[in-house]
């Protein structure tokens, strides 16, 4: 890693006497913790140094990153991996170029007085259901690897707004460790966690991509684009509250004491072992394959190796 950010550096020296190439980044959601890596790699000056001006654009329900990104206007994305299966079985040709977020950050969780702390005590309660992503695919294999039925519980189909758990409207609630889980703990809620990935299920989450047409005609951008955004996430690993910092300037109305909390949390889920951040395991794209076909979400099975490519990591 240390030599291949080496030559990031060096290379730097001649593109700082060219002009920089242009792009732009569309996030998975708003400006949060979540993204922090890519703040500081912008704020640092590491895309600028590996001869890139980049804009970082926020996601969200308005601004799809598969769509802004495969319409051709925009050369890069975070989405979750699953997302980019489920856009090439629709024809959608985008290519994963890392992944950020290895252990995925999606829970279930439930207000502790509920006594609620396992999927098995689901049976005759209301159950938080956000309708047709990737949170209703880990939901019904967790349903499934812990034998229960849907047709034991009523399930309640929730957006953002926490409201109905923290009034008792529901019992669980589907959202990220990183984010919903500690603004209950900020409101003074204590929390039961239920990880997906105590029973078997760890879909990779937010993935960097772009487009077969980028890899083929600009593969020297997408080299320089990986490799500045992985030092920026090293960084941000290495220096939370710098990172908190710098997420706060990007975002709008964000709390430097949520953004570091969320950006602590995400540390583990970034780097959840000695891997270098930013690594695919074929193994592992296989198996989300497989979830998602039993789950409905893919037809037939798709080449994983045009799904995602690994040769913009460093080795």
């Given at each position: 890693?240390?030599a291949?950010?080496a030559?990031?550096?060096?290379?730097?020296?001649?593109?700082s006497?060219a002009?920089?190439?242009?792009?732009?980044v569309?996030?998975?959601?708003?400006?949060?913790a979540?993204?922090?890596?890519?703040?500081?790699?912008?704020e640092?000056g590491f895309?600028?140094?590996?001869?890139?001006?980049v804009?970082?654009q926020?996601g969200?329900?308005d601004?799809?990153?598969?769509?802004?990104v495969a319409?051709?206007n925009?050369q890069?994305?975070?989405?979750?991996?699953?997302?980019?299966?489920?856009?090439?079985?629709?024809?959608?040709?985008v290519?994963?170029?890392?992944?950020?977020?290895r252990?995925?950050?999606?829970?279930?969780f439930a207000?502790k007085p509920?006594g609620?702390s396992?999927?098995?005590?689901?049976?005759?309660?209301k159950i938080?259901l956000?309708?047709g992503?990737n949170?209703?695919?880990?939901y019904?294999?967790?349903?499934?690897k812990?034998?229960?039925?849907?047709?034991?519980?009523t399930?309640v189909?929730?957006k953002?707004?926490?409201?109905?758990?923290?009034t008792g409207?529901v019992?669980v609630?589907?959202?990220?460790?990183?984010n919903?889980?500690?603004?209950a703990?900020?409101?003074?809620f204590?929390?039961?966690v239920?990880?997906?990935?105590?029973?078997g299920?760890?879909?990779?989450?937010?993935?960097?991509?772009?487009?077969?047409?980028?890899?083929?005609?600009?593969?020297?951008?997408v080299?320089?684009?990986?490799?500045?955004?992985l030092?920026?996430w090293?960084?941000?690993?290495?220096?939370p509250?710098?990172?908190?910092?710098?997420?706060?300037k990007?975002?709008?109305?964000l709390?430097?004491?949520?953004?570091?909390?969320?950006?602590?949390e995400s540390i583990?889920?970034?780097?959840?072992d000695?891997?270098p951040l930013?690594?695919m395991d074929?193994?592992?794209?296989?198996a989300?394959?497989?979830?998602?076909?039993?789950?409905g979400f893919l037809?037939?099975?798709?080449?994983?190796?045009?799904?995602?490519?690994t040769?913009?990591?460093p080795?």
């Open positions: 890693m240390k291949f950010v030559g990031l550096a060096l290379a730097s020296l001649a593109w006497a002009a920089a190439d242009a792009v732009t569309r996030l998975k959601w708003f400006n949060q979540q993204f922090a890596g890519f703040y500081v790699a912008k640092k895309y600028q140094e590996a001869g890139l001006d804009s970082i926020p969200g329900p601004f799809p990153a598969v769509q802004m319409g051709g925009e890069f994305g975070v989405t979750g991996a699953d997302q980019i299966l489920i856009a090439r079985g629709k024809g959608v040709p290519v994963a170029l890392a992944v950020l977020y252990k995925n950050p999606f829970v279930l207000l509920s609620i396992e999927p098995a005590q689901f049976r005759g309660r938080g956000k309708v992503g949170e209703e695919l880990i019904r294999a967790i349903l499934g812990a034998g229960v039925s849907s047709q034991d519980l399930e189909p929730v953002f707004d926490m409201t109905p758990l923290l409207q019992d609630w589907p959202g990220y460790v990183i919903e889980v500690i603004t703990r900020e409101k003074g204590e929390v039961n239920i990880w997906p990935a105590s029973f299920i760890n879909l990779y989450a937010d993935t960097l991509f772009t487009t077969e047409k980028m890899l083929a005609e600009k593969p020297d951008v080299k320089r684009f990986v490799a500045a955004t030092k920026g090293s960084d941000a690993v290495a220096r509250e710098e990172a908190a910092e710098l997420t706060v990007a975002g709008n109305k709390t430097y004491g949520h953004e570091l909390a969320m950006m602590k583990g889920l970034l780097k959840p000695d891997r930013g690594s074929p193994a592992q794209w296989t989300m394959q497989e979830l998602l076909l039993k789950g037809k037939a099975p798709l080449p994983l190796d045009k799904a995602f490519t040769r913009f990591l080795q």
